[in-house]
């Protein structure tokens, strides 16, 4: 069969035969895709490839952000010093999670494509809709990532011959929104996907997941006082409309039950990233890569990597009757051998502790929940129009829902300290779900905050090396080296 060659990574990936492995192979051959259900599963297989996405993005997000860091400052292990350059801001260009995280976007970004350019063998027309609708959500995802972590990208809708692919150059950040307004108002314009999904399809994109993302892209690529970022408000409010209104914590998910592995696609979650345990290669390997060193099987079993270490910084952030804290994270366990306490921090938001084997737990990890759209909902109202009882009460059910007191509105008479408010909400709310940074920098903050910590975190004070403050250029990733290798006419990113 003919070869394509596709711009995905350091350059040029050829689309092998192979369709044993499919659909994790990285492409599905054209031979294969001849109706409805060999389409379907291609489209499976690009929500798969969100996997290889997530098992990185903590690193790119969190890490370097204020609400986690590195755990140890002497060791001299290979992904000790990718952690410890991505903590500080001296990211080198050769940082291969880097160039894994970039490898994997352009390789869902693909899948979807593939999706898309083989629509036609769909004789349905709403399942070809919803098909449609579904790659076009996953591409908008994850354009919006590259926007968001490299600024201008390699926009990449089709297959290209490798002669293109080698001299291709990056489109700049405001195209690559065009992209992703461009696919995600197809969605909601063209109603390609349903409001709610049949069961057969559960897990998938629905309309509540485009239109949220679509909200948070207006709410990140405009400034308050343009008509797009307006626009966030109506789009929020079908969401919430979707979700049956909610108008008080009564009405929401209690916050120990939205990442449990008995109570997936609860009503929280408005899009997730699904993972499925038994050794089939679709687990989840936070509990793994999160869980803390030598706990002798009392936290989780194995070999944890112990990453994704909280902050001092955050921990100090929550009050002590929240009820958010200990989903969040964990300061120690009880060793049954020993019956002794033992002090030890962890990320516990995705732990399982039950599993069976390494990285093979069950937890699912939510990419759109309800919790964010009420806050950015409450964020967006007094942005337009300054502080109000109705942003007030969905600001409160969040933090009614964790057991914390509410606010009064004299309290958050200003715009100030009611952005003020609601931003610390949001860090207490989505604490470790790869949301903080992408906050800091729609922002505009994100420099200053992490500055601001890096100066603080007790430490760094006793750290083996200098921990300069960080400057504006490092808030962008640098564009991997093996794609500069191949195409040396790449622009990287200053400062690299």
């Keep these: ?66 609400n986690a860091r590195m755990r140890l400052n002497n060791s001299t292990s290979a992904d000790s010093k990718l952690i410890e350059q991505l903590d500080q801001g001296t990211i080198l260009t050769a940082n291969s999670w880097v160039e894994e995280y970039w490898n994997s976007v352009y390789d869902g970004i693909t899948r979807a494509n593939n999706v898309l350019a083989n629509l036609d063998v769909v004789e349905d027309g709403v399942r070809r809709a919803q098909f449609e609708g579904e790659a076009r959500f996953l591409r908008a995802h994850l354009y919006f990532n590259l926007a968001r972590l490299f600024g201008p990208a390699f926009i990449v809708t089709g ?132 869980g803390p060193l030598n706990n002798g099987g009392n936290v989780v079993i194995g070999s944890p990597k112990h990453y994704n270490f909280p902050s001092d910084d955050l921990i100090a952030a929550y009050d002590p009757e929240d009820l958010r804290r200990d989903v969040v994270f964990r300061q120690g366990y009880d060793n049954e051998t020993t019956g002794q306490y033992v002090e030890a921090r962890w990320c516990n938001k995705f732990m399982q502790n039950d599993m069976a084997n390494e990285y093979d737990a069950e937890n699912d990890w939510p990419v759109i929940r309800l919790g964010d759209v009420i806050l950015l909902y409450a964020e967006i109202l007094n942005e337009l129009s300054g502080p109000s009882q109705d942003a007030l009460n969905y600001l409160n059910m969040i933090r009614e829902r964790a057991g914390v007191t509410p606010y009064t509105l004299e309290e958050l008479s200003s715009k100030f300290e009611f952005r003020q408010a609601v931003r610390k909400e949001r860090r207490l709310e989505l604490a470790m779900e790869n949301q903080r940074w992408f906050d800091l920098l729609r922002w505009g903050i994100a420099t200053e905050t992490v500055n601001a910590f890096l100066a603080s975190e007790t430490f760094y004070q006793d750290y083996d090396y200098v921990v300069n403050p960080i400057a504006d250029w490092q808030t962008l990733l640098p564009v991997p080296i093996s794609v500069t290798n191949i195409n040396p006419d790449v622009a990287q990113n200053p400062g690299y």
């Design 1 to 66: 069969m003919k070869k394509y060659i596709y711009l995905i990574i350091a350059g040029i990936l050829a689309a092998g035969c192979n369709l044993d492995q499919y659909p994790y192979s990285e492409v599905a051959s054209d031979d294969y895709i001849k109706d409805e259900t060999s389409l379907n599963n291609v489209v499976n297989g690009a929500y798969n490839a969100l996997h290889g996405v997530m098992y990185y993005e903590w690193a790119m997000t969190e890490l370097r952000s204020d």
């Design 159 to 290: 297959k290209m011959g490798a002669d293109e692919a080698r001299h291709m150059q990056r489109s700049s950040t405001d195209d690559v929104y065009a992209l992703i307004e461009s696919d995600l108002n197809a969605i909601v314009d063209g109603e390609l996907l349903p409001v709610n999904l049949e069961s057969a399809y559960l897990g998938r994109a629905d309309m509540k997941a485009a239109k949220a993302l679509l909200a948070k892209v207006c709410m990140t690529h405009y400034k308050a006082g343009e008509d797009q970022y307006a626009y966030a408000k109506e789009l929020l409010e079908d969401v919430l409309e979707y979700c049956g209104n909610p108008t008080s914590a009564s009405s929401l998910v209690p916050y120990d039950q939205i990442f449990s592995v008995t109570n997936e696609l609860n009503d929280e979650i408005i899009f997730t990233v699904r993972y499925r345990s038994g050794n089939i290669g679709l687990g989840s390997p936070f509990s793994t890569l999160f």
